[in-house]
């Protein structure tokens, strides 16, 4: 049983569209982290939310935390081609650094 | 200037062998980590190491048995491999300052079982 339901599975979208990931819980994390993959390659962090209601922004994409710490959703903006790969939410407890990985989403940008 | 290294990259062996990957950091940090993804490429934590003392063992088949020469080096032996353990293997490091904690992963080591 995955603790984090990511959603959808897989996602293509034209280049300049918008598109919403959504990681979802029913535990409560202390913080949670989004990662992207690459082909051949390990995950590398984008952004770690750790407040309840915590908005965030990296240039396009916004990163936001629930309120009540158990799901999150990551927002592209006019997506380009640069942003295709395997979009990881990982959720952390307070004690101790093992991470929860949902199953992740994998973004396709077409040009 | 890799962060996070792991060797060999790919790794094809027959079942019934015994096999190593190592993970080298030169991060400096305290707290070292093994994850094994999936086909469906599901990331799931097997191992952590801090300061070369083992932290997190999730329910992992003894088969495998990390080992931490030193702080920057974590190293996964396999032994009497078997089909099921065909995925990507990923090393990762963090400062383990507490949480959370900004996990770098290395590239992978792709195993094959035959």
């Known amino acids: 049983t995955q603790l984090l339901e990511q959603s959808p599975q897989f996602l293509s979208i034209q280049e300049g569209e918008n598109l919403t990931v959504y990681c979802n819980s029913s535990s409560v994390f202390s913080s949670l982290q989004w990662y992207r993959q690459e082909p051949g390659e390990g995950p590398v962090l984008l952004v770690t939310v750790v407040t309840g209601g915590e908005v965030k922004k990296l240039k396009r994409l916004t990163f936001q935390f629930g309120d009540a710490r158990k799901d999150s959703s990551l927002h592209i903006t006019a997506a380009q081609t640069g942003d295709t790969g395997l979009y990881l939410c990982?959720?952390?407890?307070?004690?101790?650094?093992?991470?929860?990985f949902g199953g992740g989403t994998r973004v396709l940008v077409k040009p | 200037d890799t962060a996070v290294s792991q060797t060999p990259k790919y790794l094809v062996t027959q079942m019934g062998n015994d096999k190593s990957i190592k993970c080298e950091q030169n991060?400096?940090?305290?707290?070292m980590y093994w994850y094994k993804q999936d086909s469906k490429k599901f990331l799931k934590i097997m191992f952590s190491y801090n300061n070369k003392e083992l932290i997190i063992n999730e329910t992992v088949p003894n088969r495998f048995s990390p080992k931490s020469p030193d702080k920057a080096h974590l190293n996964l032996h396999i032994n009497s491999l078997e089909l099921g353990d065909s995925a990507v293997y990923f090393c990762?490091?963090?400062?383990?300052?507490?949480?959370?904690?900004?996990?770098?992963f290395g590239p992978g080591t792709r195993l094959t079982v035959l």
């Open positions: 990982a959720g952390g407890k307070a004690a101790g650094n093992k991470l929860t």
């Open positions: 990762a490091s963090s400062p383990g300052a507490g949480a959370p904690d900004t996990q770098y």
């Open positions: 991060l400096g940090h305290d707290t």
